[in-house]
């Protein structure tokens, strides 16, 4: 019996094997670099601004406000980047400076039990209406799933008679916006403090203070998508073109 080779084939199926490890390894290389953006893991900025609570200083007795609301995830584990919060100031006020913004693991009647990260933004916003500023962290923090955690915002070093007006909601009005991520709510209690954090007391009279909590979410490179259409025209060309020499 006589052998019949066809090493045209074999050249070629060697060649296209080293040729598509290498679009896979470029493809491989693309993923690697996701462009990376902020989401909106969850928000009530849509909600109807009913009213505002004080953060800061109050002259006529002395009080210094704060507040810490919550929120909890759904059933997956994000990255959290940073909050957005629609804050104002009285005008009939000087104006208030030092405003904090802290992420907590958890809250109480003696505070925070736990704080995760102090946001970086702006600490002396002065709009005379309502107006989103964000405050970002300087990494991102995993916040795990189906768990709850706390916005302290705060000014206890703002002068005497200096308030910031943080906005809230309707009263008994959770509700959040579409768009977030699954399983996502804001808590209807919230804590409040009238000595500057000695005592916090929770209640739901006024409203929820209006925010989003924003997240980090990776997304490929339009670049990504085109390698991978290159690759597989690729493996079916090889594909046509071996059968069609054993044929």
Known sequence: MTAV???SCRRFSRSALRLLEQSLAVVIGLFCAQTVVAQTAVSN???????????????????????????TTGGTAVDFTGAILLL???????????????LNSGF???????????????????PLSPTTFSYTSTSPITLSPNST????????G?????????????????????GGLAGWTIGLNYFITNNGGGLWTSSSFGGVNQFSVQYQAAIPESSTYAAL???????????????????
């Open 5 to 7: 080779l066809v090493p």
């Open 45 to 71: 900025l849509g909600q109807l601004t009913n009213s505002w609570a004080g953060i800061g200083n109050r002259a006529s007795d002395g009080a210094n406000f704060a507040r810490a609301v919550s929120f």
């Open 88 to 102: 104002t100031v009285t005008p009939s006020l000087s104006q208030p400076t030092g405003l904090t913004v802290t």
């Open 108 to 126: 109480g009647t003696g505070g925070s039990t736990g704080v995760l990260a102090t946001l970086t933004g702006e600490s002396a916003p002065a």
């Open 149 to 156: 955690y706390w916005l302290q915002v705060a000014a206890p």
């Open 158 to 178: 703002t002068p005497s008679d200096t308030m910031f007006s943080w906005t809230t909601t309707a009263v008994d009005n959770n509700a959040v916006d579409v």
């Open 229 to 247: 259409f290159g690759l597989s025209a690729l493996g079916f060309a090889a594909y046509r073109r071996r059968h069609r020499h054993s044929a």
